[in-house]
């Protein structure tokens, strides 16, 4: 099937301005992770689902950062008044369950100016 | 707090010379270890997933250890090929939710 998919793949975004990125898991896949990766770094996590709760987001940087997935599926990370140390790519991940690999999506960059 | 390190941060190797990347993490107590390629612009592409409980795992010419004891893993690439030159990261699993990623091995292989 399908692997995971992030729309859009490029944003630029005027400092202050909101944005809203989007991940379509594995169908599916239980878990769903958000992180968020700088220029010559490992990701780092932001946040957790399992199916639509929400059980960590200890990663969110401020917050600016709303991660949300009300119906189990399909995942939305929202920052508001973006900054431009907000300028990175974001990558989403999905796996079956615990015992399973993560699936990463190819991500978005996104560019604050 | 887990962290993740991995050395070398970019290795430079002829095309056929066999190659073991380190991975170390601070706590033992993780649920799994996955190793991951990511190529320039690209998402992470899963390699190896080794449980707890695991000793290793192979895949063609990738072989993956872990040794909870000592906090290590190790990534041994077989017979390299300039195809294989990608940036190599390991991830703890610490429990289920959080999975903490070291920086990366850029690896480069010369024809």
């Known amino acids: 099937g399908a692997g995971v998919s992030q729309s859009p793949r490029y944003k630029v975004a005027k400092r202050g301005q909101d944005v809203a990125l989007r991940c379509d898991p594995i169908?599916?896949?239980?878990?769903l992770f958000w992180y968020q990766q700088a220029l010559g770094q490992g990701p780092e996590f932001l946040t957790y689902f399992q199916n639509e709760a929400q059980l960590d987001k200890s990663g969110l940087p401020s917050d600016r950062f709303f991660a949300e997935r009300p119906e189990g599926s399909v995942s939305t990370l929202k920052i508001q008044r973006t900054q431009q140390e907000d300028s990175a790519v974001y990558l989403c991940a999905s796996r079956r369950s615990s015992a399973y690999e993560q699936y990463f999506g190819p991500g978005t960059r996104l560019t604050v100016t | 707090k887990q962290e993740v390190t991995q050395i070398p941060a970019a290795l430079s190797v002829p095309e056929g010379e066999n190659l073991v990347l380190n991975c170390s993490f601070t706590?033992?107590?993780?649920?799994?270890l996955q190793w991951f390629r990511q190529d320039p612009g690209k998402g992470l592409t899963s390699l190896l997933l080794?449980?707890?409980?695991?000793r290793e795992q192979t895949s063609g010419r990738l072989n993956a250890s872990l040794d909870k004891s000592s906090g290590r893993s190790t990534l041994y690439i077989a017979a390299s090929q300039p195809g294989d030159s990608a940036t190599y990261l390991c991830?703890?699993?610490?429990?289920?939710?959080?999975?903490?990623f070291g920086a990366g091995t850029r690896l480069f292989v010369k024809a």
């Open positions: 080794i449980q707890s409980s695991q």
């Open positions: 991830a703890a699993d610490t429990g289920g939710f959080k999975t903490i």
């Open positions: 706590d033992s107590a993780i649920y799994n």
């Open positions: 169908s599916g896949h239980v878990s």
